[in-house]
């Protein structure tokens, strides 16, 4: 079957790509608003694009609440310029999960799930304290194509779990780390059944 993308609706674009660019990292990201109100929430098109300088990009999809404005984390981040990219282990993705629901822009996702933040080190907005990984950043730049956007973000400082990373050489343990990916849907995955050649 061939597929001319441009006249499919795009929600049937969605379905079809997000099921076939798999599987995908997730990025839990913790932003922090005008008023001081702490926001989480899962964006899993998301990777890191180079390390000299340290870039990740993140690609929230266009998404309007008409009462209240555009949704909270790209608000937060043109707002403030920062954002924390926290990783999802296999003991977080449910946790992960649930605070992908509409939550008004005042409550906090993380109080909503029991879950704990900590100050970041080089900005404002705070990192998920259970998260085994969380990188601080700040915005370079972002882009608008059509209805798409995608944040460029230099990371700035790095919090692992110390029985993560081998601090001599900076060699992370990926089978302890446990991440979380997301597949098509609803669904996820772990990265247990890893490979060599």
Partial sequence: MDIDL???EPTNRYKL??????????????????????????????NIMGTDPPVVAVGPQYRYDFREGLKDTPRNIRENGTFVINI?????????????????????????VDLDTAE??????????????????????????GNTRVILGIALHLHINDDLIDQEHFYVDMEALKAVGRMGGGRYITTRDMFDF
């Avoid at 259970?130 to 972002?142: A, D, G, K, N």
């Fill in 6 to 8: 441009s006249s499919v």
């Fill in 17 to 46: 790509l997000s099921s076939i660019i798999i599987p995908r990292p997730i990025a839990w990201i913790t932003t922090i608003n005008k008023e001081g109100h702490v926001n989480a929430a899962p964006y899993s098109y998301f």
């Fill in 120 to 145: 970041s080190v080089e900005i404002e907005a705070p990192r998920i304290l259970q998260s085994p990984v969380s990188i601080e950043c700040r915005e370079h730049t972002t882009l608008f194509i």
């Fill in 88 to 112: 999802v282990n296999e003991a977080l993705a449910q946790k992960m999960d649930q605070t992908s629901g509409h939550y008004p822009c005042s409550v906090n996702e993380l109080e909503e």
